[in-house]
């Protein structure tokens, strides 16, 4: 069974802070993909990141960076000087590599304030 | 420009009066999806499609159907809505060829209330 766990249920940081966003996933596959995604308060949903489970390499984009650590089964995302812009809840997911479903964690609602 | 495009976005009905959810996409996508978000819970998968005429059910398909005579469209369809079905849903495409691991595009979502 796969699971993805968002502990943080709501984050709020003043403008400029940085922040780090959990996510832990348990799955028993061996090869699988981690995503996050970004949903505005416009509501749609936005793709932000993929990653391989063999890739552990960090990420970085613009203000973005993402933590992949296998050992610990977490793909932290954080946010370097945030804006307003920012303010979304952010959804973690996970897709075993050679599967057909797809589970997202429960989200964390960031509120950046200026 | 591509798209997924949910109908209709905003839909208030009473309890067992069918109703259908129209998803299409444009993007000659294999893959497709539904969901429903509900607070705390995040988006929960109801059914998936690998590709014409193959579905099958995800997390929460229970009250719902599907089908999927056309690669572009796959139709959400509540037979008979209970008020447990209030919800927002969304519909999602991605390349897949065989596999989810690839990024979903999602529709604006389609805002349900039962009664």
């Known amino acids: 069974a796969q699971k993805v766990t968002q502990a943080q249920t709501e984050i709020s940081v003043v403008e400029k802070e940085d922040v780090t966003l959990d996510c832990v996933y348990e799955?028993?596959?061996?090869?699988?993909?981690l995503f996050w995604y970004k949903q505005p308060p416009s509501g749609e949903l936005v793709f932000l990141i993929r990653?391989?489970?063999?890739?552990?390499q960090n990420e970085i984009s613009g203000r973005y960076s993402w933590n992949f650590q296998k050992s610990t089964s977490s793909f932290n995302f954080t946010i370097t000087a945030s804006q307003v812009v920012d303010s979304a809840v952010y959804f973690c997911?996970?897709?075993?590599?050679?599967?057909?479903?797809?589970?997202f964690g429960p989200g964390t609602r960031l509120s950046v304030l200026p | 420009e591509a798209q997924v495009t949910q109908n209709p976005r905003y839909l208030i009905t009473v309890t067992g009066k069918k109703l259908t959810v129209t998803c299409s996409q444009n993007?000659?996508?294999?893959?497709m999806s539904w969901y429903r978000q509900d607070p705390g819970l995040g988006l929960r998968q109801i059914y998936y499609?690998?590709?014409?005429?193959?579905?099958d059910k995800g997390d929460v398909p229970e009250g719902y159907k599907v089908s999927r005579k056309e690669k572009r469209n796959f139709p959400l369809i509540l037979e008979s809505p209970s008020p447990n079905q209030t919800s927002l849903y969304f519909c999602?495409?991605?390349?897949?060829?065989?596999?989810?691991?690839?990024?979903?595009?999602f529709g604006d979502g389609t805002r349900l209330s039962i009664l």
């Open positions: 999602a495409s991605s390349l897949g060829t065989g596999y989810s691991n690839q990024p979903q595009h």
């Open positions: 799955t028993r596959d061996t090869t699988y993909y």
């Open positions: 990653r391989n489970s063999f890739d552990e």
């Open positions: 997911a996970l897709s075993p590599a050679r599967g057909q479903n797809f589970v």
């Open positions: 993007m000659n996508h294999e893959y």
């Open positions: 499609s690998m590709n014409v005429e193959v579905t």
